[in-house]
């Protein structure tokens, strides 16, 4: 391919990444340094368009950001009023007593009910009037890389036609210099990655592991509606070995946030995280709060659940990784946002502390990290997640009430992610298979109306984002061995097993559908499946109430 | 020959809007909301004409609420040259839009007036009408193609079964319909100089003209939900079936 000329445009620091770490970097950045010049931009169309997550957020970062968030009009209107864990078998389900005695971290007294991606927007706000620059739409497709170093991002191009050319509005990216790159892409980010693998950023800590959350926000009949009601659950209709849950949260004018996770290192190839979030609406602990109210918006997102043991370095020469794009998700606590936007406010001081000093490399970083409450935090819940993986649910759910209890976190050891979420599925034949219920169109749904709700939308002839690197590889292992997980644990109905012929299939990738959750990148059993960065504004359209 | 590109800022077309609980209208807090996209057409199409030597300037205007200017800057994005925002918090139907656009018209006087054929939230398809008869101008609408020359402009324009060709004397008002061209991108460097071009803000009310509605919503519905299909044995069945419950033979 010939060399594409490329503009350029120079900055002191770039923000890929419109989320809480990547908004909060931003705005912390220009409180400190406030003649800095600040690109931050996001592949959703606009900030907020990606954003998924539950939320019950803890306001503690937001009050060191923004002491004033209040008077700012920030969106965090429903406290907290009402909480419950509640262990599910299939008829019924149990309310674990004394919560905040016996899963101390999952207290939520003065914590809030929230639309994040309503929080983001105003995040968004919050950083442009600073002079944060801010451009939704595009994508970070590649670092900029020059004398081994990171000296900037390089934006996506726009109008490639399917077969690779260039069409009649090929509009190349653009590279974005900067001295500071801060990577905040969530989950599995594509540059991350790439950051990681060229610097050996993941070299001494645990493998990262992950979950998969999908949410829909329901809206209720006003006398069913119950503000600040936070309700968790676990057990049915997960097995003992399955890491997962729900949560419904009721919030804002008559919403309510109801979703599911599922640990990706799950076993049974049969299992469908879509379907295990779509039947747990049928058990009696969550069926009242839907019946009568009406489905709005669906989404889905691919979350980090390694905790402390699987962060990696955090600085790398001309940038820094912060949020989940290095795995600050609090999972025992249930939240990410207090501990993204924190890592966002301490990459931004350490970079600006580089910026001054002339410094490749933000190294404070890492002293910052490790000194700061977010360190304590996540490292007094470290071995919680890992006991579920290692003794199951019910084994694990007593671990984390000693660990929390009585050892305080303080435990002496720290148990380790033995296996990486592709690795653990087990071949078809050795699976029981699961029988999920038809959707019934009123409480429950199919893919196909579920993504229409999350207004997924790609310019349709560019190029497929979602490739396998090896056709062959799917036959002989994921359809031969595993019965093409895939077809199941997208939420999105991404990925189709279609007969091709006699005894012969292929499979059907329908990459409009992607809702960029990147569990495909995560759970495919080879790593065959390229998760490539897409036309920036493609994706889901969530709306505030997300 | 100025080109004059009026836009309007609708519901974003991915987005699935929703029925008000009380039938007012439809939810539009906190959606997303983008140019129209048969005026993002219109604007393309001036730019060309621009680019062709044919225009020299090419100007945007909304009517609408201070965050409308996104619309205007996506616009000069594209490349037009200057925009203008009417202020008002107001819904305003076609007649008073027309009736601002022509106080804008006789403000910057444009050679040509290039516009969407409907907006995408009311599709309405009747304000480039009511301006042209307001401004006694030629009209050519649902335009798929345009040439100027000779102080004229010739429109391609679809209608039932084919195309109809017009020729008109300018000035004119055009709009535009989905053939028409396909939008360029608005390019990251393009997207960061457009934040420098000049946006002048009036007062709607300051411009003198009636705004006032004459139109009243008396109900909004959402379509009927379709019935699920059923699969019939035979012909015999189909017939029967519908002879006897649809009821249409």
Known sequence: MTQIEREEMEFDVVVVGGGPAGLSAAIRLRQIAPDASICLIEKGSEIGAHIVSGAVIEPRSLEELLPDWRSLGAPLNTEVTE???????????IQIPYLDRVMPHMANHGNYVVSLGEVCRWLGEQAEALGVEIYPGFAGAELFIENNRVAGV??????????GTHGPNFTPGMILRAKQTILTEGARGSLSAHAMKRFGLRKGVDTQTYGLGIKEVWEVPKEKHRPGLVQHSFGWPLDDHTYGGAWLYHFGDNLVSYGFVTGLDYSNTYLSPFEEMQRTKLHPAFREHFEGGKRLIYGARALSEGGLQSIPRLTFPGGVLAGDSAGFLNVPKIKGTHTAMKSGMLAAEAVAEALQTECTEASSLTERVRNSWLWSELRDVRNIRPAFAKWGMKAGALYAGIDSMILRGRAPWTLHHPHADNETLRPSALCEQIDYPKPDNVLTFDRVSS??????????????HLKLRNEAIWRTVNHDVFDAPESRYCPAGVYEQEKSGENEWSLRINAQNCVHCKTCDIKDPTQNIEWCTPEGSG???????? | MKILVPVKRVVDYNVKVRVAADGSGVETQGLKM????????AVEEAIRLREKGVATEVVVVTIGVQAAQDILRTSMAM??????????DDTLEPRAVANALKAIVEREQPGLVCMGKQAIDDDMNATGQILAAKLGWPQGTFAS?????????EVSREIDGGTEVVSLALPAVVTADLRLNEPRYASLPNIMKARKKPLETLEAADLGVDLASRLTVVSVAEPAERKEGIKLGNAAELVEKLKTEAKVI
Do not use: C, W
């Open chain 1, 83 to 93: 909480e419950r864990m509640l262990f599910l078998t299939e008829k019924r389900a």
């Open chain 1, 154 to 163: 390089i934006t996506g191009d726009m109008g490639i036609e399917r077969d």
């Open chain 1, 451 to 464: 993504v229409f709700l999350s207004a997924t939308n790609h310019e349709e002839n560019q190029p497929v």
């Open chain 1, 539 to 546: 994706g889901p359209n969530y709306p505030v109430g997300m």
């Open chain 2, 34 to 41: 983008s140019l129209n996209p048969f005026d993002e057409i």
């Open chain 2, 79 to 88: 490349g037009a040259d200057r925009a203008i925002l009417v202020k008002t």
């Open chain 2, 145 to 153: 193609a345009v040439t100027v020359a000779d102080g004229r402009i």
